[in-house]
């Protein structure tokens, strides 16, 4: 059961729910209001379409209520301010030592949870290191399998570069790779799953646009994923990701030491328009 329901006093009987349900489920009973057969409820893709579209806020499916939706009438930032957010997002590489507020970084994830997926299929797995000490931990292995790797010269030759940053550690202590961030986020999903590469990085990107407006910084850290994920599988189980899992990538995150005050220019995108 979908428990798909419908407050008679509200619904004008509109049938916008009917018209934009992706899988054409929901029909009219006998007196004219939207309902779902029960042979039908099992195509329900869960994506709340109905609920969201309603104007009335009438309509209530899989225990979801419209009064606890967020409203988005005047709640979308404006063009200029979503556009600034995109082109001065900055890759950030010095962090302040502090942990984030344990609300913030809920919040951080629950919104980043609500990003689009392939066929609703909603089965994003986060795995956060919410503790400095957590990474400090996490770094300090990375870091002994890098060195043990780079000594055997063992280092794949297209990886050849992170000697350097290995090296760096291995003498000064200075972190290059974890950038001394105070947390970690890792974003999984079933191999199984329709799209689950594309899931993860959809995901992570909405993770990263709504940390940013938040005040926190995020690093997209490549070396961390290629070592967790295909080096040293041993981490990756201790971090609890399932072997079933395609791991999609490693971000970085915390409150910003650096602030940028403007954002930087490209080159025009390369657009080629089909004749």
Same mark, same amino acid.
């Not at 709504?210 to 690093?219: D, E, I, K, P, R």
């Given at each position: ?144 399998? #890098?060195?043990?790797? &780079?000594?055997?010269?063992? *280092?794949? $030759? +297209?990886?050849?570069?992170? =000697? %350097? ?10 972190? #290059?790779?974890?950038? &001394?961030?105070?947390?970690? *986020?890792? $974003? +999984?999903?079933?191999?199984? =799953? %329709? ?81």
């Amino acid at each position: 059961m979908i428990d798909f329901r419908i407050d008679r006093e509200r619904c004008t009987q509109c049938k916008q729910c009917v018209g934009d349900c992706p899988s054409r489920i929901i029909g009219l009973d006998g007196e004219g209001f939207p309902s779902i057969a029960p042979e039908k409820e099992t195509n329900c893709l869960g994506c709340q379409h109905c609920l969201a579209i309603c104007p009335e806020g009438a309509l209530s499916i899989l225990g979801y209520r419209p009064e606890e939706s967020l409203l988005l009438k005047g709640g979308y930032p404006d063009p200029q301010q979503l556009e600034t957010l995109i082109k001065g997002r900055r890759s950030v590489r010095r962090y302040r030592p502090e942990n984030l507020d344990p609300e913030l970084l809920n919040k951080l994830l629950d919104v980043a949870w609500h990003a689009p997926t392939g066929v609703n299929s909603r089965q994003v797995r986060f795995t956060v290191l919410d503790d400095r000490d957590k990474v400090a931990r996490l770094r300090d292995e990375v870091m002994a399998g #890098l060195l043990r790797l &780079d000594r055997e010269g063992a *280092l794949p $030759a +297209s990886k050849s570069y992170y =000697a %350097s940053f290995i090296r760096v550690w291995e003498k000064r202590q200075i972190d #290059l790779i974890f950038r &001394d961030a105070p947390h970690l *986020l890792i $974003a +999984s999903a079933p191999k199984s =799953a %329709s799209t689950p590469k594309d899931d993860c990085m959809i995901a992570l990107t909405s993770f990263e646009l709504y940390a940013q407006a938040s005040g926190v910084g995020t690093l997209w850290n490549g070396i961390a994923s290629w070592a967790i994920d295909e080096m040293f599988p041993d981490i990756r189980r201790s971090l609890g990701i399932p072997d079933e899992h395609l791991f999609g990538y490693a971000m970085l995150f915390g409150k910003p030491a650096v602030h940028y005050a403007r954002t930087v220019q490209h080159q025009p995108a390369p657009i080629h328009r089909v004749p």
